[in-house]
């Protein structure tokens, strides 16, 4: 993503996040990190 974001956007960007991480807290503890580290690698690739 680029560019900044309005309050709007921000809002409903929390309110995705909340739910993801909401889904992701009902998974087991491997699990978990699986995706902890599937989404680390992406937001670093995101970055280069």
Not at 15 to 41: C, R, Y
């Amino acid at each position: 993503m680029s560019g900044e974001l309005n309050k709007k956007e921000v809002m409903k960007y929390d309110k995705v996040v909340g739910k993801a991480f909401e889904e992701v807290s009902k998974l087991s503890e491997k699990e978990q990190n699986i995706v902890a580290k599937w989404l680390l690698e992406e937001l670093a690739a995101e970055r280069r």
